[in-house]
């Protein structure tokens, strides 16, 4: 692993970029850091860098703009200078905040970035269930003329779990097409919260056994790791979908394999895993009832200019204060 350090060496602070959709274009920021008198160092990264390829990237930085790296306690003792870690997006699942706050390192993230893009990401599997368009893409392109029993999403009723920012937008989205929905939470949610949206809230095991579609649009935390395993596949109906746009690790992954592969359910959509880049050998590869994406459904040119400006400036926040 190789890292690049810039040439100045007279600066200020010494900031390690890793967030890996900023990598690309590092003359889109580098100017900016560097009138704060910042220097910036960056490596290699494929998808996230893990606890062991941080250790001797650390120990004299005082920033970092990171993406879903795993910035352990042992990561933040072994970097006594460490001032700020911005995240790159949403998620701080990978960072340890209470080691964090014990250090006196700030934690910054970019809430409520890709709601869009991601309520988007969401109807489009959505749709993509309801009317068959992929399975008859395929199908024509292989020569075959079937038109299969498709459904209007009017005649369907959506779970959505966790109803936050991103989640009363895909309600808002369905709504729009006349969709029942559910909702589930684990904590109360103000009618303020929901106002203008005709939403259900209702337990858990509720909401699986009463949905077409389920969506997961929770965070990744303690009491949403693995959320979904053998036993609320088994309460969904044979005939329903789950689309996972949030993170991987609210899915028992081997279960949800069980379940698709024994037809306890008719399909997934996923874009994220437990493991990322999903590995060559995962079974959900060889699912026909399983779509696949990269982790990206957040994708949005306008969103991610927006997180690159945040991100920034929590940085330079976090060294001047």
């Not at 998808?47 to 306690?73: A, H, K, R, S």
């Not at 029993?149 to 009017?154: D, E, F, H, N």
């Amino acid at each position: 692993m190789k890292t690049e350090i810039a040439l100045k060496t007279d600066m200020k602070w010494k900031v390690l970029v890793t967030a890996p959709y900023m990598l690309p274009f590092p003359e889109e920021f580098r100017r900016r850091l560097e009138i704060e008198e910042i220097e910036i160092r960056t490596t290699e990264v494929k998808e996230c860098l893990n606890e062991e390829e941080l250790l001797p990237l650390i120990g004299d930085i005082d920033g970092v703009i990171c993406g879903d790296d795993q910035f352990t306690e042992r990561v933040f003792r072994s970097a006594p200078r460490l001032k700020v870690v911005s995240k790159w997006g949403t998620g701080i699942n990978s960072i340890d905040v209470r080691a964090a706050q014990n250090l006196g390192i700030k934690i910054f993230n970019t809430p409520n970035a890709f709601t869009d893009a991601v309520a988007d990401t969401v109807m489009g599997y959505i749709l993509c269930f309801a009317r068959n368009l992929p399975q008859m893409d395929r199908d024509i392109r292989s020569g075959i003329w079937f038109k299969p029993q498709s459904i209007s999403l009017k005649e369907t009723t959506l779970g959505i779990i966790g109803v936050g920012n991103i989640g009363r937008a895909v309600a808002r989205r369905a709504g729009a097409f006349g969709m029942k929905i559910i909702g589930n939470d684990i904590v109360p949610i103000p009618e303020t919260f929901t106002d203008g949206l005709d939403i259900s809230m209702m337990p858990l095991r509720e909401l699986l056994e009463n949905s077409d579609y389920v969506t997961l649009n929770c965070d990744l935390n303690p009491t949403s790791f693995r959320l979904l395993g053998h036993e609320e596949f088994s309460a969904m109906r044979p005939t329903a979908y789950l689309i996972n746009t949030a993170r991987g690790s609210i899915i028992n992954e081997a279960a949800l394999i069980e379940a698709l592969q024994k037809e306890r359910i008719a399909g997934a959509a996923l874009d994220v895993f437990e493991v990322e880049p999903l590995p060559a050998n995962s079974a959900l590869r060889s699912l026909k009832n399983c779509m696949l994406a990269p982790h990206n459904s957040n994708s949005s040119p306008a969103a991610r200019r927006m997180v690159h400006e945040s991100t920034i400036f929590n940085l330079i926040k976090g060294l001047k204060t």
